[in-house]
């Protein structure tokens, strides 16, 4: 996450019960001002290479796609 360009936070701990109790998962605050200049940049790069999609995309997945996502998020709390 990246606040005013100047504020950075970093890490890898997400807020899901296996993260929270289970996973050993840290983050890290910088106040930076060239830290957060070239951390926003890059998060822009990477959003102008991104692309859109939309439910009608997703709906037109063939069936063992859907069925593998399915299958999934069954098991994601245990992932």
């Known amino acids: 996450m990246v606040v005013d360009r100047?504020?950075?936070?970093?890490?890898?701990?997400?807020?899901?019960?296996?993260?929270?109790?289970?996973?050993?998962?840290?983050?890290?605050?910088?106040?930076?001002?060239?830290?957060?200049r070239r951390a926003d940049e890059h998060l822009l790069e990477r959003r102008a290479g991104a692309r859109r999609i939309s439910?009608?995309?997703l709906e037109s997945r063939p069936l063992p796609v859907k069925l593998r996502d399915g299958a999934a998020r069954l098991f994601a709390p245990y992932l």
């Open 6 to 36: 100047a504020w950075t936070l970093r890490g890898s701990a997400n807020w899901d019960t296996r993260s929270l109790r289970l996973n050993f998962e840290l983050n890290v605050e910088c106040y930076s001002a060239e830290l957060g």
């Open 55 to 57: 439910s009608a995309d």
